[in-house]
T-cell receptor
């Protein structure tokens, strides 16, 4: 079945550092890939997505490229801020029909000033 | 203006009680979902309805019963609550087409004591 493996957390960085959170997946067909973010005490928000190979999703300075050859969708940001502190989830959606999202285990990110 | 709204946000109840969580979406989507987030932040789908019809039913105790009176509503009823049911329950919605974004509510924090 489909699965997502995320970089183990927690991750702690200083402000303005470069961020990478690794995400790899196993899936049949051509899934869509998503990054969701959960700020403390809040619900899940879509951060970015990509629906086909070589697509790059981007939002709020974050980027991720759908790499079919390496089955990866790593999240990157060039210069993180304290406000980026949150839990980040990589997720995989089905290639057809209703979206049964399969989530990675989440990576807690803390940015220190 | 809230796209996916669920109530209550916080619920503390005793073991053995029956409780319901309500969810409404105003996005015009045809598919709604319930996800469960455990204490380790792991997210897993429980149910999905498309146009009021159950289409995804993961391995969930039959004490959990979803009900969809119309496309815009998906309620979750839980009978005979157990300590292990303590979690955050997220309602979500989307259009049932691969790659479409799933929009999540803010979550309902359930604590069983």
């Amino acid at each position: 079945g489909n699965s997502v493996t995320q970089m183990e957390g927690p991750v702690t960085l200083s402000e303005e550092a470069f961020l990478t959170i690794n995400c790899t997946y196993t899936a049949t067909g051509y899934p869509s890939l998503f990054w969701y973010v959960q700020y403390p005490g809040e619900g899940l928000q879509l951060l970015l997505k990509a629906t086909k190979a070589d697509d790059k999703g981007s939002n709020k300075g974050f980027e991720a490229t759908y790499r079919k050859e390496t089955t990866s969708f790593h999240l990157e940001k060039g210069s993180v801020q304290v406000s980026d502190s949150a839990v980040y989830f990589c997720a995989l959606g089905g290639s057809r029909g209703a979206q049964k999202l399969v989530f990675g285990q989440g990576t807690r990110l803390t940015i220190n000033p | 203006d809230t796209a996916v709204s669920q109530t209550p946000k916080y619920l503390v109840t005793q073991m053995g009680n029956d409780k319901s969580i309500k969810c409404e979406q105003n996005l015009g989507h045809d598919t709604m979902y319930w996800y469960k987030q455990d204490s380790k932040k792991f997210l897993k789908i429980m149910f999905s309805y498309n146009n009021k019809e159950l289409i995804i039913n993961e391995t969930v105790p039959n004490r959990f019963s979803p009900k969809s009176p119309d496309k815009a509503h998906l309620n979750l009823h839980i009978n005979s609550l157990e300590l292990g049911d303590s979690a955050v329950y997220f309602c979500a919605s989307s259009q049932a087409t691969a790659g479409n974004t799933i929009y999540f509510g803010e979550g309902s924090w359930l604590t069983v004591v």
